[in-house]
């Protein structure tokens, strides 16, 4: 082999070596480079949700930005200028670059048209030498703030993002140089609107907002929580009557958050199902009745001792009570029925049998003067009126059991000479008469 065959040899060897090397570097370049725009954070920005303010960093702009320029410090301790950048854009739909706190606040905020200051504010950009925070929610002397890149590591789960509270004395410490002011974001607490459209079986309940989220609860008649959630959204409906709620009493109270402030509660309570209760004060002449109810209507009806109806109507009310014993009505046996209505829905049907008695005018004996011998009997006889009486049992008396004795059937037993009165009473009304009894 010649010089110059060993010296070609030689170069092949180099060249190829070179080229081997080249494929690493491009294979873990192109291996690498996509796996920063695909990193994300295992459990999203701690404490989520924190006085209403909702980031999810695992999603655009967040993904977006990690693959900008400067985007490789994307869920990293030294992640702060890329959130705060992607959280401008979110907030404003700007369509900025990754910025420090220090390029935000000395040159780059009156490129996109921001104003700054020393003054807290929120959503405000707090820039520092060397880290930004995004200012959220501002409350008297504490504020609501977002960041990335908080170099704590218990956080790195977190991607080093965090929503936390501190004090303004706090925020303006440590390098702060002052607020770039991406907009005017007013405190104004959201609206919310609700309406229900009343059911027996469950009203379906609306909820409308300007927010961007509505939390809700539901409770039973004793205050326990039954549902305890939230949408995301700007309007939601529950159907009640979807949920096969056990008859009871409920309350539904909604309220919506947007930028950590929170909008009057609204509440709604609505019965499942229709109650009904029915007591009874007895009376010869006829018992008071008095009905309660949940609901709006209460039908009822009168039936004699044959099925006729009497009295057959309603009454709007929620309790209604009839006296029978003014409705003059007829002895006889009679059957109340009533029932309560709401919303399309009825209870079920109370009832109460009561009988209307005649009462006794008055008693009368077939003797009232009468003459027997000492060891004889006589059978009284009482006479009832009206003949129709419900109860006509009497009762019987002597006025000297040492002259004569009755029976509970009205016979006078002749015991030794004398004059002596016997009576007799009605059980129903004490009506009286005598009989005039000589004994020889």
Known sequence: MNNGTIEKSFLFRVNKKIFMYLLIILFFTNLIAPCKALATAQNGIYANGLNGINININAAPYTTFATYSYGQY?????????FASA????????????????????????????TKGQTVKAKALACYQGHVRVVEIVNGDTVTISEGGYNVASYASYGYTRIATMSIAALQSGGFLGYVYIGDFSNTPPSI?????????GPQITVVTNGTRIWYAL???????IALSFVDSQSNTWDFSKWSLAKGKYKFEAQASSNGL???TKSYTFIIG???????????LGPQISVNTDGTRIWYALYDNVGKAIALSFVDSQSNTWDFSKW????GKYTFEAQASRDGGDSEVKSYTFTILQPVSSVKLNKSNLTIKKGKTYKLIAYISPSNASNKRVTWKTGNYRIAKVSSTGVVKAIKKGIVNIYVYTVDGKKTAKCKVTIK
């Open 74 to 82: 994307a869920y990293t301790s030294s992640g702060c200028a890329w």
């Open 87 to 114: 959280r401008v854009n979110q907030l404003t739909g700007v369509n900025n670059v990754i910025y420090d706190g220090a390029n935000w606040y000395n040159n780059q905020y009156s490129r996109y048209g921001f």
């Open 193 to 201: 609107a609700l309406t229900a459209l009343p059911s027996v079986l």
């Open 219 to 225: 409770f039973d008649n004793v205050g326990k929580a």
């Open 262 to 264: 929170n909008s009057e």
């Open 274 to 284: 229709v109650s009904i209760t029915l007591t009874a004060v007895p009376s010869k």
């Open 328 to 331: 003059s009505l007829t002895p």
